[in-house]
């Protein structure tokens, strides 16, 4: 909206089409600049594997996007054993990516992948690494799957845009057949930091809270381990709590912010982007998968990631959901 001024005399506008060079104005109305379009407030969750594509909507000039790539999935021994000789592992974290006030025009058209939690899988064929995420050439990549006696890393990122941060998601702890169990999944990504450690029961192993909480192992039995915990999409919040180190506990609960899921057993990883659960050989076929990935973005006047007006509310009803 604009308001005009006619050779110094008062703010205004005369009655009509009529501007004349001098004399002073009525001041009845406002003139309307039709050429400007209102700034539009609203996002867009892509939560469904796979891969889709985001057109940039009328009135919207820059937009900030998070990715999260989907968790490992865990290992499992591939038949039952009295014995503990065979203990896998959980798998990897899911990586996160965020980027603030990319500019955009109308139409733009950007590919969007929104990765799938890695399966698990027995010792004889292998659990499988989890999707990775993205929005055009930034990329969260999922994290990798759980093995034997094998530290696995969580999921890694690819900015893609100035001013784009990232993290990585949390590992898994490897072990020997010397007693400790299994190791738990690692936590997904933070806002502000790397996700949580999956940790084997050995008392040596040190408790650890990351933003996205890494499972920890079931020491009553040495059969499993948990899932870690998962990150939410609505912005950054408190971190997620680990799962203790040599304790009867449930893997890493939480990750930051709303709907960041806990860990809550081998078979339920955190969302988004926990690491599936590991299992030794006389809990044989219960390996958990990893945690599925997310894209979301969000659009509209003074809205960025990690935690500026990202909550959902700030998008006044306009959400979409694919």
């Known amino acids: 909206m604009s308001v005009w001024r006619k050779q110094g005399g008062l703010i205004g506008k005369q009655g009509g089409n009529n501007y004349p060079s001098s004399g002073i104005w009525d001041v009845v109305d406002n003139y309307i600049e039709n050429n400007i379009v209102p700034e539009v407030t609203g996002e867009v969750q892509y939560i469904t594997p796979g ?12 937009v900030s996007v998070l990715c999260v790539g ?12 009295s014995g503990f000789s065979y203990r896998m592992n959980g798998g990897g974290g899911g990586g996160l990516v965020y980027v603030t006030a990319l500019a955009v025009v109308a139409g733009d058209l950007f ?10 899988g027995a010792y004889s064929t292998g659990s499988t690494v989890g999707g990775a995420s993205s929005f055009g050439s930034m990329i969260a990549r999922g994290g990798n799957p759980g093995r034997y006696n094998t530290n696995v890393t969580g999921g890694t990122v690819t900015p893609g845009y100035g001013g ?3 993290f990585s998601g949390g590992g898994s702890s490897g072990t020997g057949s010397s007693g400790n169990g299994p190791a738990g999944g690692g936590g997904a990504a933070g806002y502000t930091s790397v996700g949580g450690q999956g940790w084997n029961r050995a008392a040596s192993q040190p408790s650890y809270s990351g933003d996205g909480g890494g499972g920890g192992g079931w020491t009553t ?8 915990g ?17 304790l009867q506990a449930l893997g890493g609960s939480g990750g930051t912010a709303a709907s960041g899921g806990s860990g809550t057993s081998d078979q339920l990883p955190g ?11 006389n809990y044989s076929g219960f390996g958990g998968d990893g945690g599925q990935g997310v894209v979301r973005v969000i659009f509209g006047t003074g809205r960025a990631f990690p935690s500026t007006n990202t909550d ?7 959400v979409t959901v694919i």
């Open 111 to 120: 590919s969007v992948v929104v990765g799938a939690g890695g399966q698990s």
């Open 221 to 228: 039995s040495y059969y499993k381990s948990y899932s870690g």
């Open 230 to 246: 998962g990150v939410g999409m609505f912005g950054a919040g408190a971190a997620g709590v680990q799962g203790g180190a040599n």
């Open 164 to 166: 784009a941060v990232g």
């Open 271 to 281: 969302l988004y982007g926990g690491g599936g659960g590991g299992n030794s050989s």
């Open 70 to 81: 989907a968790g490992g999935g865990g290992m499992f021994y591939n038949a039952t054993n």
């Open 312 to 318: 959902l509310s700030s998008s006044n009803g306009n």
């Open 51 to 62: 891969t889709h594509t985001f057109t940039v909507p009328v009135g919207v000039t820059n």
